[in-house]
Nanobody, 123 residues
Framework: QVQLVESGGGLVQAGGSLRLSCAAS????????MAWYRQAPGKERELVAA???????NYEDSVKGRFTISRDNAKNTVYLQMNSLKPEDTAVYYC?????????????????WGQGTQVTVSS
């Protein structure tokens, strides 16, 4: 399987910036897509941003123009640069990866989630 480890969360004032990182580790896997989700207290988990293997991206409307998702394929790492943070961005942020492993009859796809990292934006 593939393990995802997130880092970079913390406490920041409104208008500030944070950069989240998510590193994938394991053996003999390929990455189809990676994404960041978030879950605020009392709310459902929602997609924030995603990046496909070819580099195309999509964002949740409220973060467009403020957040940027990127990936370093050599490091199997995805980043989320968050600028102009707002109190409503406060949530636990989770990294999700869509992976593939094996070949021929042994080929399979699967999903892994990180443990989450807390982002708190104070007003």
């Amino acid at each position: 399987q593939v393990q995802l480890v997130e880092s970079g969360g913390g406490l920041v004032q409104a208008g500030g910036s944070l950069r989240l990182s998510c590193a994938a580790s394991g053996s003999a896997f390929s990455i189809n897509a990676m994404a960041w989700y978030r879950q605020a207290p009392g709310k459902e988990r929602e997609l924030v941003a995603a990046i496909a293997s070819g580099g195309s991206t999509n964002y949740e409307d409220s973060v467009k123009g403020r957040f940027t998702i990127s990936r370093d394929n050599a490091k199997n790492t995805v980043y989320l640069q968050m600028n102009s943070l707002k109190p409503e961005d406060t949530a636990v942020y989770y990294c999700k990866g869509d992976f593939a492993m094996g070949y021929g009859l042994g080929y399979r796809v699967f999903v892994s989630w990180g443990q989450g990292t807390q982002v708190t934006v104070s007003s």
